[in-house]
């Protein structure tokens, strides 16, 4: 199953180049879901959500993927993992920086 969140943060299954609305499984996950948790509930609901949801798509309507605008897969990430590819920049940027300072 391949879950996305498009448009306007709706959730949906993709099965070939058609996106299956299932955002009131969304809608009720988020709901019991505590309000401090960290983390996307739906994807910490999986587990117990996936016949669920793969039913509620078999039975909706598909809108070809090209007519939606996908957003992040996950709606709220507990952390962030980034490659600094600008690093040799700033390593010459705080060098520069030091040999200013210490004129």
Request: charged share 25%; net charge positive; proline share 8%.
């Amino acid at each position: 199953m391949k879950l996305c969140r498009y448009d306007d943060d709706r959730l949906g299954v993709v099965r070939g180049d058609l996106v299956h609305d299932v955002t009131p499984a969304q809608t009720e996950i988020r709901a019991a879901a505590p309000y401090a948790m960290k983390g996307d509930a739906v994807i910490a609901a999986l587990p117990q959500w996936r016949a669920r949801i793969e039913e509620m798509a078999a039975k909706a309507p598909g809108r070809p993927v090209s007519e939606v605008r996908l957003l992040s897969p996950v709606a709220r990430p507990s952390k962030l993992v980034a490659a600094p590819t600008n690093y040799k920049a700033h390593i010459e940027e705080m060098a520069a920086r030091a040999a200013i300072s210490s004129i």
